[in-house]
Structures are given as structure tokens and as C-alpha cells.
């Protein structure tokens, strides 16, 4: 079935620097785009970055442009999200699925938690 396990977040402070990682499976890895949502309690889950098949195009929302650097390595079937100087804001529990900016599954893997504070 399909899963996915997301792991490398935690605490840090302002303007410090993390990098998720999530391991998929159950599915054909390298024939899915994918992408990192984020989500905080009251709201939506929203697209943080998405990245292409093999990895040669990469899409951003407005809020983390500039910051964060999505990646994928096909042979691991894993997608990173180097994410640097981080705000207050950025504190949320971070998913990741398949799918250009959106989920092309249902499942969801049960997220990492990430806190940026002082």
C-alpha cells in the first residue's frame, strides 16, 4: 500500500536551518512528480514545493521562495526539503505526497512536526 514516512524535523530557532526528508512507497516512485505540504491547526494544508519526475523543475509557494529547496533522489525513493532561514511562521507539521502541488493519494503519511521559535 501506499506510504509515506517523513522524518528530520524538530525544534529550531529563528533563521536556523532544517532538512525533512520522506521515504515513499507502494507506488512507482519515478513516475510520480511530488511535492511538501505543511499544515497548522485551524487551517488547510497547504503546498509548500513541488518537484518534477526526475527532478529538473521545481515550484514554490510565495512564502518560502528563496528559502527552501526541494529535492528528490529516485533510487532512494525519498524527497527532501532543505528549508533555511526559518521564521516563526514556518512552524507547522510537514507532509509530503505525491503529485505536482497537489495529492495524487489519499494517504497521507502522519507527518513531522517542525517549530521554529526562541
Known amino acids: 500500500q501506499v506510504q509515506f514516512v517523513e522524518s528530520g524535523g524538530g525544534w529550531v530557532q529563528p533563521g536556523g536551518s532544517l532538512r525533512l526528508s520522506c521515504a515513499a512507497s507502494?507506488?512507482?516512485?519515478?513516475?510520480?512528480?511530488m511535492s511538501w505540504f505543511r499544515q497548522t491547526p485551524g487551517k488547510e494544508r497547504e503546498m509548500v514545493a513541488a518537484i518534477t519526475i526526475f527532478g529538473s523543475s521545481t515550484n514554490y509557494a510565495d512564502a518560502v521562495k528563496g528559502r527552501f529547496a526541494m529535492s528528490r533522489d529516485n533510487a532512494k525513493n525519498t524527497v527532501y526539503l532543505q528549508m533555511n532561514s526559518l521564521k516563526p511562521e514556518d512552524t507547522a507539521v510537514y507532509y509530503c505526497?505525491?503529485?505536482?502541488?497537489?495529492?495524487?493519494?489519499?494517504?497521507w503519511g502522519q507527518g513531522i512536526q517542525v517549530t521554529v521559535s526562541s
Open positions: 505526497n505525491a503529485g505536482y502541488g497537489t495529492n495524487s493519494f489519499k494517504t
Open positions: 507502494g507506488f512507482s516512485f519515478s513516475s510520480y512528480a
